[in-house]
C-alpha cells in the first residue's frame, strides 16, 4: 500500500488548503482511512478518520468546525479541507489507513504517508 499526500504549503491565517491522499496497492473501499499531524517538538496527533462507507467521521476537538475529511473511493483519494486556519496548525500531516484499535492512537494504523508540510503564519 502507498499513500501519496499533497496539498500542504505556506497560507496565512485564516486561510484555507485542501490536502488530498492518493492510495495504491489495494481495494482503497474497504478500509478506514485517516490523518495525523506532527508539529515541531511535539508527538503526532490524531486530527480525523473516516470510515470506507463515509459512514462514520470523527475529528479531533481542534479540527472540528474547521476540518472536513472526505473521501472518494472511485478515485481512491482521501482529503482534508482545511478552512480559518491557525498558526497552531503547523504540522506535517499524514495520510493514514485504519488497522484496529482505538482511532486515536498512533498504533492502530498499519499505513502512513510520506506527509505533507503545511505552515500557517500569523
Known amino acids: 500500500v502507498q499513500l501519496v499526500e499533497s496539498g500542504g504549503g505556506l497560507v496565512q491565517a485564516g486561510g484555507s488548503l485542501r490536502l488530498s491522499c492518493a492510495a495504491s496497492?489495494?481495494?482503497?473501499?474497504?478500509?478506514?482511512m485517516g490523518w495525523f499531524r506532527q508539529a515541531p517538538g511535539k508527538e503526532r496527533e490524531f486530527v480525523a478518520r473516516?470510515?470506507?462507507?463515509?459512514?462514520?467521521?470523527v475529528y479531533a476537538d481542534s479540527a472540528k468546525g474547521r476540518f472536513t475529511i472526505s473521501r472518494d473511493n472511485a478515485k481512491n483519494t482521501v482529503y482534508l479541507q482545511m478552512i480559518s486556519l491557525k498558526p497552531e496548525d503547523t504540522a506535517v500531516y499524514y495520510c493514514?489507513?485504519?488497522?484496529?484499535?482505538?482511532?486515536?492512537?498512533?498504533?492502530?494504523?498499519?499505513?502512513w504517508g510520506q506527509g505533507t508540510q503545511v505552515t500557517v503564519s500569523s
Open positions: 493514514v489507513e485504519y488497522r484496529a484499535g482505538s482511532i486515536w492512537s498512533v498504533g492502530s494504523y498499519n499505513y
Open positions: 496497492g489495494r481495494t482503497f473501499g474497504s478500509v478506514a
Open positions: 473516516i470510515t470506507w462507507s463515509a459512514g462514520i467521521i
